[in-house]
């Protein structure tokens, strides 16, 4: 395991505990960006941020398919929890870690996603 697998509570720097995670894949950039781009245009805590999350996709894996891989992590200690999102992209052949589209959404103290990710 990396160092870079690991999260971290932004509050209290504990590591923290993979709750639940979720994967897509769409054949392409485009309709990733639907998923991609649409969520963080919705507040964590309302109804289409959840149904966003929610939502199954799934492509054959195909050049320039796009992976979407949602993992919600929770803190041991001071119980805060983020979302973290790893994105890969396939070249033809095999899946390549798009680190730069990798990223952290930070959720509000007091929201509990625990209910948008249980399957
Ligand atoms: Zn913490």
């Not at 160092?3 to 720097?13: G, W």
């Not at 929890?81 to 798009?98: F, R």
Request: with cysteine; proline share 6%; aromatic share 6%.
């Amino acid at each position: 395991m990396s160092l870079r697998s690991k999260s971290v509570c932004p509050k209290c720097n504990s590591d923290c505990h993979p709750l639940f995670k979720r994967e897509k894949t769409f054949p392409d950039a485009d309709a990733a960006a639907s998923y991609y781009d649409a969520l963080l245009k919705h507040v964590v805590d309302g109804p289409a941020f959840a149904s966003l999350i929610r939502a199954d996709a799934k492509s054959t894996d195909q050049k320039g398919a796009v992976s979407v891989k949602t993992t919600l992590h929770r803190c041991p200690k001071c119980k805060t929890q983020i979302i973290e999102e790893k994105v890969q992209v396939h070249d033809g052949s095999e899946w390549k870690d798009a680190d730069k589209l990798s990223r952290r959404i930070s959720i509000p103290e007091g929201v509990d996603l625990i209910c948008v990710f249980r399957p």
